[in-house]
């Protein structure tokens, strides 16, 4: 029966990438809007790292990993990759809680599809597709001017690490969202958690002292957004502990996913609908 259910809810994805695609193509301001930003955040935190590596040519983090301009400009594109990824298909995270308080959940109880997953899969931004974009080109403009080497093995290893890391970092987005069934709206930890990835995703979080980077691995894993994947497709890593980032990354997911289905189930017994 969950073989199934995966099944039908893996057919509807089509469905819901067309849509948001479709949304946004009404509105091509957004796209422009999407594009401009993306693009000044990355020139800003260029010169910054620039500005950085100028009066210190080289950040060293943990033992195998060296951090000079082209790294620096590397993450700084890996960051905005992620960030699109985010953008696109996790999105409907920041809206959990008004559904749950303003809107309602009645609409999406009465399909045989998950709640959380039609919140997620109607709130799909395309934008993000522009900020993929743009951050590719930043990743390509520094291979090739840096002269940075690159495996297909290591982009493949940073990908998967970037993927899990990601969704535990939003599970646990969900989980606090989910907090409203007992609270009430509660933008504000939201707010605060994406503070938190804004200023961190875009920092080698390993130059950091020990205490930041166990919080930021293991309680807020932005290290996954860019500063692992970034060290790993440069294969500053060795295998070891490449695999035990990834373990850990995977461990996370697991562990926030069986909060949230906890906490949905339990703040579904309480849910009172909007008006009623």
Known sequence: MKTKNFYRHLRLLPNY????????????????????????????????WGVITYQIPVLTGIGWVVWGRAEL??????????WGFGAFFWMGIWEIHWY???IGLEQFQIRPIGSI????STSFWAGGL???????????LSATTFGLVITPYGVALGIIALILGQAALYLLW???????????????LLEISDALEFNFARMPIDIMPLG????????????????VPTIIMLSQ???????????????????????????????????????G
Do not use: H
């Open 17 to 48: 990438l067309r849509l948001s695609l479709l949304r946004i193509s009404e509105n091509k301001l957004q796209i422009f809007g999407a594009f401009f930003t993306t693009s000044i955040n990355l020139v800003m935190y260029a010169l910054f």
């Open 73 to 82: 400009t590397f993450l700084i594109g890996i960051t905005e990759v992620a």
């Open 100 to 102: 749950i308080t303003e």
């Open 117 to 120: 997953f039609q919140i997620l």
């Open 130 to 140: 522009v900020q993929i974009a743009v951050g590719g080109f930043m990743l390509l």
């Open 174 to 188: 969900a989980c606090l969202s989910c907090l409203a069934f007992w609270i009430g709206r509660n933008e504000g």
């Open 212 to 227: 930041v980077q166990q919080f930021l691995t293991f309680i807020f894993p932005v290290i996954f957004i860019s500063t």
């Open 237 to 275: 890593l060795p295998f070891e502990p490449t695999l035990l980032y990834i373990g850990i990354a995977g461990l996370l997911v697991l562990l926030w996913l069986g909060v949230l289905r906890y906490a949905w189930s339990k703040g579904l017994k309480r849910y009172q609908p909007v008006g």
